[in-house]
């Protein structure tokens, strides 16, 4: 999909580090940092027959991929790595400059070319552009001068807007201006997961307090909201458009054990599925389809959510660990 590159920042050049042969035979559904094998690996088959190839990268304290594309952010000893040509022959990596602490999430632009980078355990946040060919670190966002601590994080399709949740003294959604300033876009007592729509027009709102979505319309400051009454515990959301092209509402319920979907416009519940582990997470694997949570043990299967015109859960087994995939192969 991408051609080989070098890779630059405006301030210093990025070294690059060895490459990696592997070759993915078959259909792969997308790719995933599993934390049991410290790796980057791919979904291989489609999600009712599928399982986890080998380690396309080892020895990763963290990663990341860009959704429904071939790179991805990793993290090892205090580096920072982007890694290109997933999936090909030769899986490409090169450093960023500098010291990086572990993060606990990464929220990607649609397109690919912004991920925020960000711990919500030590309230800071690192915006890396232009991924994967020419990346560069924006200036740090100053999150410990807020009135509270990081909850959520969202950016939009192009990368143009990066909204963050607070949750304490001053609780609610912000958002970045230009000079660095920070200002607050909506009231949320407790705002667990953000999420723009596809057009980056309407940003989404979950908050875990009032257990309340609120829509913002982010071009003329407009918000609507309505309750969650499906869900005792929502934890995740995302959005995206079904085969209907309904804007769809995907929200997880932890406790609860269920998967549930709204129409974005009506508001009404049109999905509601229950799943046997308890989701953590909603987060881009296929064209149609969702991480719920990633793998916690080498014994524990993968979930996922295939939201096509009937929507499915389906579990992805444990694959058998060998000596490729032990940490730091």
Known sequence: MHRTVSFFLLFNVISSLPAQHL?????????VYDAPTRSLRAVMGSLAAASLGPPLLGGQDFGSVAPYQDHAVAFQ?????????????QVTT???PGEFAVPDGISWSGDGSVAAIYSRANGWM???????????????LELEHLPGSLTA???????????FGIAGEAPGVYRRVKGGGL????????????????????????DGATKQLSALNTVNQTFEAWPLDALAEPVAMITRLDPLRRQVIYVAGRADRS??????ESHEMIMHLPVAAQPTTLAPLGRDSFLLGP???????????????????FFIPATPTSRLEEPGR
Do not use: H, M
């Open 183 to 206: 200002v607050s876009i909506l009231a949320s007592s407790n705002p667990v997961a953000l999420t723009y729509s596809e057009d980056g027009e309407t940003l989404y709102v979950l």
């Open 153 to 163: 994080v969202s950016v939009n399709f192009r990368g143009t807007d990066v909204a």
């Open 295 to 313: 793998r916690q043990g080498n014994q524990d299967p993968l979930w996922s959510l295939l939201a096509d015109g009937s929507p499915k859960v």
């Open 259 to 264: 998967i549930v979907g709204f129409d974005a």
């Open 94 to 96: 090169a450093e960023l």
């Open 23 to 31: 070759s993915l035979k078959g259909p792969v559904e997308g790719f």
């Open 126 to 140: 690192r915006i890396v552009r232009g991924l994967p060919s020419a990346p560069y670190l924006e200036p740090d």
């Open 77 to 89: 000893e205090g580096r920072c790595l982007i890694v290109t040509r997933l999936g090909s022959e």
